[in-house]
C-alpha cells in the first residue's frame, strides 16, 4: 500500500511513478474521495461526541432526582439524543461507503518504482551484465525435454495422467537431482545465517492482502473454501510478523523458507513453455528479509549476490537484468532478475527475481519496528528473492551440461547429495 501523506503531499510524483508502469492514474480524484473521507469522519466523530455528552447528561440529572421540570429536561435531552442516533446512523453509514471506495481505490494502487526504474514493458529491460559463455556443442544437442525424457528423468504423460495438464512427475534421478538441488541450496543459505521456515501452504486471505496479491489478483491462485494455496512462499513470509512491531535490534530478520508453488498459469506447446519451464505445480526455496529502511538497497544486493552465487556454482551461463517499471511486480519498487541461458530457446529464462517492496507490504500487513532511540515506530522495508527456482533451472542444466554420448554431467557441488557424476550413464 502506498502512504496516503506522499499522495497527499506530492500527488504530482505519484503520478508520473505510476505513468513509468503505463498507468493514468486519477489522483486528483482520490485527493477528492480523501477530503470526502476526512470531512465524513470529522461529522462521524463530532455526533459520536455529541452523543455522548448528552447520555453523561441525562446519567447526571437521574442521579440527582428532583423537580418536575428536571424530569422535562431529561425528556427533551432523550428526544434529542433519539433524533442524533438517527443522524449518527445515517453518517456512519456514508463513512462505510466512502472508506470502501477509498479503500478499494488506494488498494489498487501498485507500488511507485524506484527512481533508477527505467519507463515501459519488457522491452526496456536491462541487461547489467553476463556471466560465462554459452556452451559449444561439437554435436547437435538436445532440448530439455527430449534428455529428460531420453533418460527417464521426468514422466510428462504420467504426470498428466495424474494431475491434468501443467503437471510432471520427477522420475529416478530426476528426483534425486530436484532434490539435490532442493538440499544444496538450503544448506548453502542456512550457512549464510537465514533462519529454516517451513510455512502453511494454505493460506488465508489477509496473508494474500498483506503480500499485495490480493485483491487484484485473486483469481490467479487455487481457491479452497476461505484459503488459498500459495502461489510462492514469499506470501507467506511477507505476513510471518503481520502486526507486529520488532526491535530494531532484531533487524535484519532473514529467512529461508521450502514449499511447492501452486500457480493457475501454466505450459503449453511453445518452445519457451514446454516440459517443466511452465506448469501449475513447482519447487522452490525462497528468501526473505525484513530490514530498516536505511538498509534495503543494500540487502537487495547481497540477495542478488546469493542467486548469483548459485547459479554461477552449477556452471551455468547466465546473465543480470534490471526489470523496467510495467514488468516489475506491482507489489515490488525494484526487481533484478537472474537469467539462465537454455541453447534450444536459444535465449534466457529467469530462475530467480529479486525484488525491494520498500514499505508497500510492510504497510498492508502493518509490521514495523521501534527505534532503538526511542522514536516513532517505523514501517520495515520487506525483500524477497528465489534462492532458486528448480522447474527452470534443471532444463538448464540438462541442456548445458550435455554430452555427446546424450548423458549429462552433474555439477560438482551436487555430488555430496547421492548423485552420479554423470546422469544417464547406468544406461549406456
Known amino acids: 500500500m502506498l502512504d496516503v501523506t506522499l499522495i497527499r503531499n506530492h500527488p504530482d510524483h505519484v503520478h508520473d511513478a505510476l505513468r513509468k508502469r503505463g498507468l493514468d492514474v486519477d489522483i486528483p480524484a482520490f485527493l477528492t474521495l480523501d477530503t470526502q473521507l476526512r470531512e465524513t469522519r470529522t461529522t462521524v466523530e463530532r455526533l459520536r461526541a455529541e452523543r455522548r455528552r448528552i447520555s453523561t447528561e441525562i446519567a447526571a440529572r437521574r442521579r440527582e432526582g428532583g423537580a418536575a421540570e428536571d424530569d422535562l429536561h431529561v425528556a427533551?435531552?432523550?428526544?434529542?439524543?433519539?433524533?442524533?442516533?438517527?443522524?449518527?446512523?445515517?453518517?456512519?453509514?456514508?463513512?462505510?461507503?466512502?472508506?470502501?471506495?477509498?479503500?478499494?481505490?488506494?488498494?489498487?494502487?501498485?507500488?511507485?518504482?524506484?527512481?533508477?526504474?527505467?519507463?515501459?514493458?519488457?522491452?526496456?529491460?536491462?541487461?547489467?551484465?553476463?556471466?560465462?559463455?554459452?556452451?559449444?556443442?561439437?554435436?547437435?544437442?538436445?532440448?530439455?525435454?527430449?534428455?529428460?525424457?531420453?533418460?527417464?528423468?521426468?514422466?510428462?504423460?504420467?504426470?498428466?495422467?495424474?494431475?491434468?495438464?501443467?503437471?510432471?512427475?520427477?522420475?529416478?534421478?530426476?528426483?534425486?537431482?530436484?532434490?539435490?538441488?532442493?538440499?544444496?541450496?538450503?544448506?548453502?543459505?542456512?550457512?549464510?545465517?537465514?533462519?529454516?521456515?517451513?510455512?502453511?501452504?494454505?493460506?488465508?486471505?489477509?496473508?494474500?492482502?498483506?503480500?499485495?496479491?490480493?485483491?487484484?489478483?485473486?483469481?490467479?491462485?487455487?481457491q479452497v473454501d476461505d484459503h488459498f494455496l500459495l502461489p510462492t512462499a514469499e506470501t507467506a513470509l511477507a505476513s510471518l510478523h503481520r502486526g507486529e512491531t520488532l526491535d530494531e535490534r532484531e533487524l535484519p530478520l532473514k529467512y529461508v523458507a521450502y514449499t511447492p508453488c501452486y500457480r493457475k498459469e501454466s505450459g503449453g506447446y511453445r518452445t519457451a513453455e514446454r516440459g517443466t519451464l511452465r506448469g501449475h505445480q513447482f519447487n522452490k526455496v525462497e528468501l526473505f528479509q525484513y530490514t530498516r529502511p536505511a538498509d534495503s538497497e543494500a540487502a537487495q544486493l547481497e540477495l542478488l549476490a546469493r542467486a548469483e552465487e548459485l547459479v554461477a556454482g552449477l556452471g551455468l551461463h547466465y546473465r543480470v537484468t534490471q526489470l523496467a517499471a510495467a514488468d516489475t511486480s506491482p507489489a515490488q519498487a525494484k526487481t533484478y532478475d537472474v537469467e539462465v541461458w537454455l541453447p534450444s530457446l536459444g535465449g534466457y529464462t529467469e530462475v530467480s527475481s529479486v525484488s525491494n517492496a520498500r514499505a508497500y507490504q510492510a504497510r498492508r500487513g502493518g509490521v514495523r519496528y521501534r527505534p532503538q532511540n526511542g522514536g516513532k515506530p517505523a514501517y520495515v522495508h520487506t525483500l524477497n528473492a528465489s534462492g532458486l527456482a528448480t522447474s527452470r533451472l534443471l532444463p538448464a542444466i540438462l541442456e548445458q551440461h550435455q554430452r555427446a554420448d546424450g548423458t549429462v554431467a552433474v555439477p560438482e557441488v551436487l555430488w555430496r547429495w547421492g548423485l552420479p557424476e554423470v546422469l544417464g550413464a547406468a544406461m549406456r
Do not use: C
Not at 127 to 147: A, E, M, S, Y
Not at 174 to 201: C, I, K, Q, S
Open 76 to 222: 427533551d435531552l432523550q428526544a434529542q439524543a433519539k433524533a442524533l442516533a438517527q443522524r449518527l446512523a445515517q453518517a456512519e453509514v456514508g463513512l462505510r461507503r466512502v472508506e470502501g471506495v477509498w479503500r478499494e481505490f488506494l488498494d489498487g494502487l501498485p507500488n511507485l518504482p524506484d527512481e533508477d526504474v527505467v519507463a515501459g514493458g519488457k522491452e526496456n529491460n536491462r541487461v547489467l551484465r553476463t556471466v560465462g559463455d554459452p556452451p559449444g556443442f561439437g554435436f547437435v544437442p538436445k532440448d530439455h525435454v527430449r534428455i529428460a525424457e531420453d533418460l527417464r528423468l521426468v514422466d510428462h504423460r504420467r504426470g498428466v495422467a495424474l494431475a491434468g495438464s501443467g503437471h510432471w512427475v520427477y522420475w529416478g534421478e530426476g528426483a534425486a537431482l530436484e532434490w539435490a538441488l532442493l538440499n544444496h541450496f538450503l544448506d548453502t543459505h542456512r550457512r549464510a545465517g537465514y533462519e529454516f521456515v517451513l510455512p502453511p501452504h494454505l493460506l488465508t486471505r489477509e496473508a494474500g492482502y498483506a503480500a499485495g496479491q490480493f485483491p487484484k489478483f485473486a483469481d490467479e491462485v487455487f
